[in-house]
């Protein structure tokens, strides 16, 4: 059935014709969209042109009640996450850590879970938060002026809270899940990610924002960190800590993983007990000897490279639990970065095929080079050639030093044996006199120029300098098939994932660190998701503020886990986003008549809707 579906971008309200199918091997139901019908004004067209087409149709003109309006506000999703928010006790553990403090009439614990609600639903600055609440049934239910809350009332609920009182608060929220639904985390996940801001470099007061490499290309901009742990049975950031943009990986990971053997032991868990799975990155020996957890982690190849001449055809087929295939080798007992345990040497076509396509990339690259390169050979007054007479110069000092060196060692030996010395006795050792080959020498230059940043070229390329006209040169550039194709099959698509857990099988090695996607999907992914989560749009300058707004994005994942972990239990399987969609296509309805006098009532719901809402309000009811 189709339907008008109402999309706020930048305060301001547009209209599309929407209607639900199910597609895909689960059947799953989606929205398409039919039509766009644009603004406001274009949807009283819109419907004065559906209204003409059934009075054409049934060739009479329906009354209505002059007195009689109707309006309706976006409903399931920001009640949904009200309730599962109530469900954990957010507001009292917030009243309870936080010092108190009432804006505009509302407990800041209010304000707060207000902004949760909205970086979950639509995210958006906390100017536009007045615009974007009134168009949901918020203001009704939970008896909020929208009008009184402005950035300036968020910015004073998110004022005097300390980096303390965050992880207090974060801790109770923790123990609230790890009740209500029996976690037991015997294994998690730890990544990292970034996020650029707009923060002026000249920025004084905030010291976490610092130029460094940045995920999403913009290292021209000053980002903070985000490093998290998750696990699969519990999607949300079970520990989080923010750090400075110019601290790497490696660095980092010491700190964070101390910071997180201290919050588990809070949580009542035994970090010993835990086995953490990450990425190689973080790999050294220092930061495995201070682990202090078990572990299932990738590893470089560099210090086993023996490993790369185990031929495909002994690997084995592994299907892991998520459906997806492997061809894997078991390698035994290994020692890696200081510590002993058994790996696993696997084979990916996906990684194989990005590999190939970077060599791809990387040869058109090459290519440019070598064009450029031929052009400087044939220009003679280029830098290749100032760098040639300049070789020329050293190899001439370096013939004329040796020619001395060796002139001397004659003198003194000639003067020894006028003085009687034995010819026998012992004689320092000649220098041996370079030889000047111009054409060596500039094929050096070429080679370095080309090669410099592509040194695996060489494996299976090779380049020719022949002399031309004027002192100039010719270059052939030429690629060995036989021993790219011989390249590609040692070395690609392979990746080494070692252990210390000695008694586990090839399928729980591969388990555990396939499990890892889910810190990528379920947190940092939709943390930059524009849709829902999004830490983006921030716009706070100081370390303080941005700390407390990475707390309102982490906690409005919470919820929507909460949320989402209910409606599981009830047999609705459906992403966070997914789900927020499709509980956002549920609007309060109101029928004004009289002037003044209401009748509230749910818009009409497709089956699928009501399976949602049924959910919604059992949930309401815990």
């Known amino acids: 059935m189709a339907r008008i579906r109402e999309k706020i971008k930048k305060g301001k309200p547009y209209y599309y014709l929407v209607e639900n199918r199910r597609v895909g091997p689960n059947n799953s139901p989606r929205e398409f969209i039919l039509e766009y019908i644009g603004t406001p004004r274009n949807l009283m067209a819109f419907a004065n042109q559906q209204y003409q087409r059934v009075q054409d149709m049934t060739n009479s003109v329906p009354t209505l009640p002059q007195d009689v309006t109707f309006k309706s506000y976006a409903h399931g999703a920001v009640m949904g996450l009200f309730w599962a928010s109530q469900a954990i006790g957010l507001e009292q553990i917030l009243d309870d850590v936080f010092p108190q403090k009432t804006i505009k009439g509302l407990p800041r614990s209010r304000v707060l879970l207000l902004a949760m609600i909205q970086r979950a639903v639509e995210p958006g600055s906390k100017r536009e938060f007045s615009s974007w609440v009134k168009t949901t049934s918020l203001p009704y239910h939970l008896r909020v002026d929208q009008v009184n809350l402005d950035s300036a009332s968020f910015w004073e609920a998110m004022d005097g809270i300390s980096e303390e009182q965050i992880e207090e608060a974060w801790n109770r929220i923790m123990k609230q899940l790890f009740e209500r639904y029996q976690i037991n985390l015997k294994s998690s996940h730890l990544d990292y990610s970034n ?14 924002a610092k130029r460094g490499h940045n995920k999403q290309k913009r290292d021209d901009l000053l980002q903070f960190c985000l490093a998290a742990l998750t696990s699969v049975t ?27 053997k201290e919050q588990l032991k809070k949580l009542g868990m035994n970090p010993a007990e835990i086995t953490i799975s990450f990425d190689g990155g973080s790999n050294s020996e220092k930061n495995f000897s201070d682990l202090g957890f078990h572990f299932v982690c990738s590893h470089s190849l560099s210090s086993h490279k023996s490993l790369y001449d185990i031929d495909l055809d002994q690997y084995e087929d592994v299907i892991l639990k ?14 890696f970065s200081g510590v002993s345990g058994i790996g696993v040497l696997t084979f990916s ?55 001395e060196y060796n002139r001397q060692i004659d003198a003194e030996e000639k003067a020894r044996i006028d003085a009687g010395g034995s010819r026998r006795g012992k004689k320092k050792k000649y220098r041996d006199i370079p030889v000047w080959d111009p054409t060596a020498e500039m094929q050096d230059i070429v080679s370095r120029m080309i090669y410099g940043k592509y040194k695996y070229f060489q494996e299976f390329s090779s380049l020719v300098l022949t002399p031309g006209e004027n002192g100039t040169y010719e270059l052939e550039w030429t690629e060995d098939s036989s021993k790219l194709s011989a390249y590609c099959h ?10 210390d857990h000695t008694e586990w099988s090839i399928l729980d090695i591969l388990n555990e660190y396939a499990d890892q996607e889910c810190i990528e999907n379920d947190i940092f992914r939709m943390s930059k998701n524009t849709d829902h989560f999004a830490v983006r749009p921030q716009y706070h300058w100081t370390d303080n503020k941005i700390r407390v707004h990475l707390f309102i994005c982490m906690a409005a994942i919470v919820i929507a886990e909460v949320l989402q972990k209910h409606m599981s239990m009830d047999g ?28 509230r009532i749910l818009e009409d719901m497709d089956t699928d809707h009501k399976l949602l809402w049924d959910s919604v309000i059992k949930l309401k009811g815990n």
């Open 195 to 208: 996020y650029f801001t707009f923060i002026n470099t000249k920025n004084g007061r905030c010291i976490i």
């Open 234 to 260: 519990l999607k949300v950031p079970i520990v989080w800590q923010i750090y400075s943009g110019n601290t790497n990986d490696k660095s980092e990971f010491p700190v964070f993983t101390s910071h997180i």
């Open 322 to 335: 998520n459906g997806h295939s492997r061809k894997a080798y078991p390698t035994g007992s290994l020692t």
């Open 349 to 403: 076509e996906d990684l194989y095929s990005g590999q190939t396509a970077q060599l791809e990339r990387d040869r058109a690259s090459i290519h440019e080079l070598v064009e450029e390169a031929q052009t400087r050979l044939r220009n003679p007054r280029s830098g290749f050639f100032t760098s040639l007479k300049q070789k020329e110069k050293d190899v001439f000092h370096a013939q004329r030093d040796a020619e």
């Open 490 to 499: 040692k070395y690609y698509g392979k990746k080494l994932i070692v252990t």
């Open 572 to 599: 609705i399987e459906l992403t966070k986003p997914a789900m927020l969609d499709r509980l956002n296509e549920i609007r309060d309805g109101w029928i004004i008549s009289g002037g003044n006098k209401a009748n």
